[in-house]
């Protein structure tokens, strides 16, 4: 597949069209075509476009998009039974432990999966993402392949129980989307992630949980530290619905600041549209305490390595996760 850049990305796909998985199956051929025009309906997010207000992408209009090297990762964590690895976004067989999954569980590439059994994708592929509301979304169904952009999207039915445990370690611009919809009763979505955002750096962790049914409860619990020159993005929104009675829903979001030389927007939302529900939510924003410093540093322990102490510390209520082998999102590249 060529590159191209997102500046002509209806060029860049006419160009790599035919190299792309399924490019003989007609109703993939379709879904694309359906895909890059609700692209070019929407156009790529602008800083009018509301979701976007706080990420600027004009710095990857002009970026050259090509599949990116595959390097090894290794997560210096214990780990489920059941490992689903991706290298740089795409599955990585060779280092999962996928032998012992139950019955009828599969898990495979999509491109792999195109190859091999492409009539499973039909009638499900882009099912969840609403492409007119996504633009990278729509641009990911229009270029359909294992790699380009990161999003989740998740619809929780009866009973079910969803998880994600997100970190963000480095890279000069990252977004993460997550879009939870709890859609039956007892569904449960719990939502946790730490972004470290230093120099130069921009992370922007973008939330939607849409509690549609009666006794859902949902959990978002993210923390950022931000140091000098770093700037973070915490946009959660909890929609209960008229249908939504009996929603347990709770949102938290805290920052640590490293620096007079940040900027965090952080903004947790609430629309409540029934009136037996039990919600909350907030943030914080705020530097180190000047008190446990000087606990620290009266015990002989200089101010970098105070600071560093006590800033593992306020991370590790997220990162202890780890141990519990749980690990949806693992961040260490920029998007470029």
């Not at 590159?3 to 860049?12: C, P, Y």
């Not at 007892?186 to 470290?196: K, S």
């Not at 409860?217 to 530290?225: A, L």
């Not at 709770?250 to 029934?274: C, F, G, M």
Request: glycine share 10%; proline share 5%; charged share 20%.
């Amino acid at each position: 597949m060529n590159a191209f850049t997102l500046r002509d990305f209806d060029a860049g796909f006419a160009n790599c069209r035919a190299g792309l998985p399924g490019a003989s199956l007609g109703w993939l051929n379709d879904y694309r075509e359906s895909a890059l025009a609700a692209l070019k309906q929407q156009g790529l997010p602008g800083h009018k476009t509301e979701n976007w207000k706080y990420t600027s992408v004009r710095a990857l209009v002009t970026e050259a998009f090509a599949p990116a090297a595959l390097t090894p990762v290794v997560l210096p964590t214990p780990l489920a039974p059941h490992r689903a690895v991706l290298v740089n976004g795409c599955f990585n067989a060779s280092q999962s432990h996928l032998d012992a999954l139950p019955v009828g569980v599969n898990v495979r590439g999509l491109a792999d999966l195109l190859a091999i059994q492409p009539q499973s994708l039909q009638g499900r592929l882009g099912r969840l993402a609403c492409l007119a509301e996504h633009p990278f979304a729509a641009l990911n169904g229009a270029f359909v392949h294992d790699r380009l952009i990161h999003g989740i999207h998740v619809r929780c039915e009866r009973d079910s129980r969803l998880r994600v445990l997100n970190f963000d370690l480095e890279g000069c611009l990252l977004r993460n989307d997550v879009v939870v919809e709890l859609d039956a009763p007892g569904a449960d979505c719990q939502l946790e992630g730490l972004y470290l955002v230093g120099e130069g750096a921009h992370v922007d962790n973008h939330i939607r949980i849409d509690h549609h049914a009666p006794g859902c409860r949902s959990r978002t619990y993210y923390k950022g530290i931000l140091g000098k020159g770093g700037h973070g993005v915490f946009n959660g929104k909890v929609i209960v619905h008229p249908t939504g009675q009996k929603t347990d829903a709770r949102q938290v979001n805290r920052n640590l600041l490293l620096s007079r030389d940040v900027e965090i927007d952080t903004k947790p939302e609430l629309e409540i549209y029934a009136d037996d529900v039990k919600c909350s939510h907030g943030c914080t924003c705020g530097e180190l305490e000047a008190e446990p410093l000087f606990y620290l540093r009266s015990r002989g322990i200089d101010l970098p390595q105070a600071r560093a102490l006590l800033a593992q510390a306020f991370a590790r209520e997220i990162s202890d996760r780890l141990a519990e082998g749980v690990v949806t999102g693992f961040t260490r590249t920029a998007a470029r």
